[in-house]
């Protein structure tokens, strides 16, 4: 603790910012570009070959910021300089979009450890109050690190298993949806999640045809499911499936907002976990 803070003088924790970054926050994921990027690519190739920079500056002005590659500088340090004006220009939602891009470079180009960058950011994101993470390659509104773990740990069951490659994508799609950042898609997303439970819960009942409700059914007698557990998913699948439910059509608004698509999100990825490891522990084939 500072000793500001032990005085009294300033707040021991700020207010978490959601939608906003502040002067601190932009400059430590400033630093963490710097440090990932800009301080660790070669530069000033005396022999005149192509340096990992140059590259770089290349997917930048190509895929990024969308400017002709012939602006580009013949200096290291004016494009450098160029990238670090263009970062403290951006509106809060741009410097996600920029951090989250650098995050899915292709590894093969440009030489550099996502997961450390990401560890890195999110520590960066925790330590300065953000509502934001990242998740997988996203960084979504979402801060508990339990919520976090068990999404994570959906998307990587589910990537093992070729059969469960559907649920992998709706899970993402679930994903991609409510971390937009200027116009999230709450219903959407909640569609996404309980289509990824859906999806494994077909494989362990082994039928294509299934509803989810039917799925669990069969499930129950070759692995046994809490009966509270079981209930409580066909009572959510029925939230979102009846008349004025989620997956009904697009003919009227339905109240969604983030914590519901949160919610069903966690809670979903959740119960993907859980019916994973229970197929496991059966001895049931996922991946056919």
């Not at 998740?135 to 093992?160: F, Y």
């Not at 990824?196 to 070759?222: H, P, Q, R």
């Amino acid at each position: 603790m500072k000793f500001s803070q032990r005085i009294g003088i300033t707040t021991l924790t700020k207010t978490i910012q959601i939608e906003s970054v502040d002067d601190e926050l932009k400059n430590c994921l400033w630093n963490s570009v710097k440090i990932f990027f800009l301080d660790s690519l070669d530069k000033y190739d005396k022999w005149g070959e192509k340096t990992k920079f140059e590259i770089f500056c290349k997917i930048l002005w190509m895929n990024f910021y969308k400017l002709p590659i012939d602006t580009i500088e013949n200096s290291d340090s004016q494009n450098e300089y160029f990238i670090r004006i263009r970062f403290f220009q951006f509106k809060w939602y741009e410097v996600f979009d920029f951090i989250e891009f650098l995050a899915n470079i292709n590894t093969e180009v440009i030489p550099f450890n996502p997961i450390q960058f990401k560890n890195f950011c999110n520590n960066i994101l925790e330590k300065e109050n953000s509502g934001y993470r990242f998740i997988d390659n996203n960084i979504a509104p979402i801060t508990n690190s339990l919520e976090i773990n068990e999404i994570e740990d959906a998307i990587n069951n589910s990537g093992q298993f070729t059969a469960l490659r559907g649920a992998n994508i709706h899970l993402k799609n679930s994903l991609d949806k409510i971390s937009e950042k200027t116009n999230p898609d709450y219903r959407n997303s909640i569609k996404e999640s309980i289509s990824a439970v859906e999806c494994v819960a077909k494989k362990i009942s082994d039928n294509k045809n299934d509803s989810l409700g039917g799925a669990l059914d069969k499930i129950k007698g070759k692995t046994k499911i809490h009966p509270a557990l079981e209930r409580g998913f066909k009572q959510i699948y029925g939230y979102t499936s009846d008349s004025d439910g989620i997956r009904h059509a697009l003919e009227a608004e339905t109240n969604c907002d983030f914590e519901d698509a949160k919610f069903m999100l966690v809670s979903c990825s959740a119960f993907i976990n859980y019916l994973v490891s229970k197929a496991n522990k059966a001895n049931i084939i996922l991946d056919k």
